[in-house]
């Protein structure tokens, strides 16, 4: 047992797991990644090969939807992390390794950054194929109160407790128009499989079957639209918007040869894309937040500025969220700017 075990009484249980109950000797586990979640994850070596020990506590996580998800995913032939043995008890899953080269540096090289990104919309595509109905329906939906419960993240823990806004009843009420048109949107596009976090930080570089996916157990039936923004606006890094149009329209054109009744009209197909952007990205500001002061993870305020970019942007290209816009360039934009300030200096 090694030092950080000793300090550590999962890891120790995990050790003793691995050793005991599988058969694996003295493993000796290095922290692979964290996420957003209470979840972590560790790597290490047997022999030739090398495998992942997922441990998510089972007072704050739950591993049941990972284990059906990655199960789903794999029939529908991704290339996600293959479960080799489970104690849903105890919180541990032990994976094979899809590796350590994330997309996110990868996308640097921009000679190499287009076949990236074609090989992620490809398994994306695959996975809306695969996932409409019926083959995806025990899946929770992404519905109203769903997609509205993620936006009030944004009031509380953005708008209240990153910048200190105090709203009044209006101001609440504008808030909640803008809120049902982007809910109004999202649940008048088609539905299909929805991973919630197809981005660039779960997605991994691959010899074969290019991308590894990761991070899906959150995944639902959905917006078709909704995996495709979070790619192509992703919020650790920013492609160009003539990048993004193509590349989002031409997606479109594949859904259209695969039979969903997705809008034909560009401008359409991309009003719909824009908004689910939009409630994604407002969410996404509350998570962040939450994470800073809440969980004590302050790296993902260093993201809260390139999001919010995205809200600005989408808010004021849109007549139904004009007022919205209007609020943020005079209420929040020196508030954020300060609060970043006070935050992270």
């Given at each position: 047992?090694?030092?950080?075990?000793?300090?550590?009484?999962?890891?120790?249980?995990?050790?003793?797991?691995?050793?005991?109950?599988?058969?694996?000797?003295?493993?000796?586990?290095?922290?692979?990644?964290?996420?957003?979640?209470?979840?972590?994850?560790?790597?290490?070596?047997?022999?030739?090969?090398?495998?992942?020990?997922?441990?998510?506590?089972?007072?704050?996580?739950?591993?049941?939807?990972?284990?059906?998800?990655?199960?789903?995913?794999?029939?529908?032939?991704?290339?996600?992390?293959?479960?080799?043995?489970?104690?849903?008890?105890?919180?541990?899953?032990?994976?094979?390794?899809?590796?350590?080269?994330?997309?996110?540096?990868?996308?640097?090289?921009?000679?190499?950054?287009?076949?990236?990104?074609?090989?992620?919309?490809?398994?994306?595509?695959?996975?809306?194929?695969?996932?409409?109905?019926?083959?995806?329906?025990?899946?929770?939906?992404?519905?109203?109160?769903?997609?509205?419960?993620?936006?009030?993240?944004?009031?509380?823990?953005?708008?209240?407790?990153?910048?200190?806004?105090?709203?009044?009843?209006?101001?609440?009420?504008?808030?909640?128009?803008?809120?049902?048109?982007?809910?109004?949107?999202?649940?008048?596009?088609?539905?299909?499989?929805?991973?919630?976090?197809?981005?660039?930080?779960?997605?991994?570089?691959?010899?074969?079957?290019?991308?590894?996916?990761?991070?899906?157990?959150?995944?639902?039936?959905?917006?078709?639209?909704?995996?495709?923004?979070?790619?192509?606006?992703?919020?650790?890094?920013?492609?160009?918007?003539?990048?993004?149009?193509?590349?989002?329209?031409?997606?479109?054109?594949?859904?259209?040869?695969?039979?969903?009744?997705?809008?034909?009209?560009?401008?359409?197909?991309?009003?719909?894309?824009?908004?689910?952007?939009?409630?994604?990205?407002?969410?996404?500001?509350?998570?962040?937040?939450?994470?800073?002061?809440?969980?004590?993870?302050?790296?993902?305020?260093?993201?809260?500025?390139?999001?919010?970019?995205?809200?600005?942007?989408?808010?004021?290209?849109?007549?139904?969220?004009?007022?919205?816009?209007?609020?943020?360039?005079?209420?929040?934009?020196?508030?954020?700017?300060?609060?970043?300030?006070?935050a992270i200096g």
């Open positions: 047992m090694n030092e950080c075990s000793v300090q550590d009484p999962r890891l120790a249980e995990i050790e003793r797991w691995l050793a005991g109950d599988l058969g694996f000797g003295s493993a000796a586990l290095a922290p692979a990644s964290s996420d957003a979640s209470f979840r972590r994850y560790f790597r290490f070596r047997h022999g030739d090969e090398s495998f992942i020990v997922m441990d998510a506590p089972p007072a704050k996580e739950d591993v049941r939807p990972f284990l059906r998800v990655a199960a789903l995913l794999a029939e529908w032939g991704l290339n996600v992390p293959r479960v080799l043995a489970s104690d849903v008890d105890r919180g541990w899953v032990l994976l094979t390794d899809l590796g350590s080269r994330q997309y996110l540096a990868a996308l640097a090289d921009p000679v190499r950054a287009p076949a990236l990104y074609a090989d992620a919309l490809a398994a994306l595509l695959r996975m809306q194929v695969a996932g409409r109905a019926p083959a995806a329906e025990h899946l929770p939906r992404y519905d109203r109160d769903a997609l509205l419960r993620e936006m009030a993240l944004f009031a509380q823990w953005f708008l209240g407790t990153h910048l200190g806004l105090d709203l009044d009843g209006s101001t609440r009420a504008m808030i909640d128009r803008a809120f049902d048109v982007l809910v109004d949107s999202a649940l008048g596009q088609p539905v299909s499989f929805v991973h919630r976090d197809y981005h660039s930080r779960n997605l991994m570089v691959t010899a074969a079957d290019n991308p590894g996916i990761l991070d899906f157990q959150d995944a639902v039936q959905g917006p078709v639209t909704y995996d495709l923004v979070s790619l192509l606006k992703d919020c650790y890094l920013v492609l160009p918007r003539e990048r993004v149009r193509d590349w989002a329209l031409g997606h479109r054109d594949r859904l259209l040869r695969q039979g969903f009744p997705v809008a034909a009209d560009d401008a359409v197909f991309l009003r719909g894309f824009d908004l689910m952007g939009l409630q994604r990205h407002l969410k996404v500001l509350g998570i962040f937040c939450r994470l800073h002061y809440r969980d004590g993870k302050v790296r993902y305020l260093h993201d809260l500025p390139r999001v919010f970019t995205y809200v600005r942007e989408v808010a004021q290209a849109h007549p139904e969220t004009a007022e919205f816009a209007d609020f943020l360039e005079t209420r929040v934009v020196s508030g954020f700017e300060a609060a970043q300030r006070r």
